[in-house]
């Protein structure tokens, strides 16, 4: 199964040059990294990516990520996917740019 992480431009670049990333701000406050399922993903751009340009949409299989991946209750008692680790970048299964088109995020056909 895929899951989704919504990077800032900096973020992505500091993943791609270190070869890990222990997540945005918020990651880093809460001790794992947020990350989303495909239904869940544009809600998430709307919630806490409003009006944001130059992001990067981040595709992890949750195969890779064993035990360290939980998932926990968040947002309406949904369940989304926490990560207890450092993101690596060879955990990616690939990235795109998440662009903002008439202050809407454009999701790749078939995830939206």
């Not at 945005?24 to 869940?40: K, M, N, R, W």
């Not at 809600?43 to 992001?55: C, I, N, S, V, Y």
Request: hydrophobic share 40%.
């Amino acid at each position: 199964m895929l899951i989704y992480k919504i990077f800032r431009t900096d973020e992505w670049q500091e993943l791609r040059k270190a070869g890990t990333s222990h997540g945005a701000p918020v990651d880093l406050a809460d001790g794992y990294i947020h990350f989303s399922t495909a239904e869940q993903a544009p809600d998430t751009a709307a919630k806490h990516f409003a009006g944001q340009d130059a992001l990067m949409l981040v595709t992890v299989d949750t195969d890779r990520l064993g035990d360290a991946l939980k998932w926990e209750p968040s947002r309406g008692g949904a369940l989304f996917p926490h990560l207890y680790r450092a993101l690596r970048l060879e955990d990616v299964h690939w990235a795109q740019p998440l662009p903002l088109v008439d202050g809407a995020h454009q999701f790749p056909a078939g995830l939206s």
